[in-house]
């Protein structure tokens, strides 16, 4: 009986240190991110609120050498170091439609200034992409 409560004790122990571990990063802050297709450069900087296990937040990213730029808002979750997140935005098209577009990252916190990760991007325009990406805290 003795063993079944010292098992009892030493799960319970490890439960609430991995959830120490767990919680020890907390993404809220500036992020930045730096994306290039082709002769495009993109410069992303995020703002991020982690609440509890949720992560809301805007972003705006410059595109160069145009200039342009268009933001939206981010929406996800945190479990540990794994990172979720979605990125709306919606921007002008030249005229015609506005142009939706939706991007999603599965990432990893890789120390308290840097997630790593995948991004998987799509808009109306069906265009689609998908690579690395590195986010670090400014």
Do not use: C, N
Not at 17 to 45: C, H, K, N, P
Request: hydrophobic residues 40%; glycine residues 14%.
């Amino acid at each position: 009986m003795r063993t079944v409560r010292w098992s009892i004790a030493v799960l319970a122990l490890a439960a609430i240190l991995q959830g120490a571990a767990a919680g020890s990063f907390d993404v809220t802050g500036r992020w930045e991110s730096r994306y290039s297709f082709g002769g495009i450069e993109e410069i992303m900087i995020a703002e991020i609120e982690q609440i509890e296990e949720s992560i809301i937040g805007s972003y705006a990213v410059e595109v160069a050498p145009s200039g342009e730029g268009y933001g939206g808002v981010i929406f996800g979750t945190i479990d540990g170091d794994k990172v979720k997140a979605f990125y709306l935005a919606t921007r002008s098209s030249g005229g015609g439609d506005p142009l939706t577009t939706i991007s999603f990252t599965d990432g990893r916190l890789v120390d308290e200034e840097t997630i790593r990760g995948e991004f998987h991007y799509r808009d109306s325009d069906q265009t689609v992409l998908s690579g690395p990406y590195e986010a670090k805290r400014i």
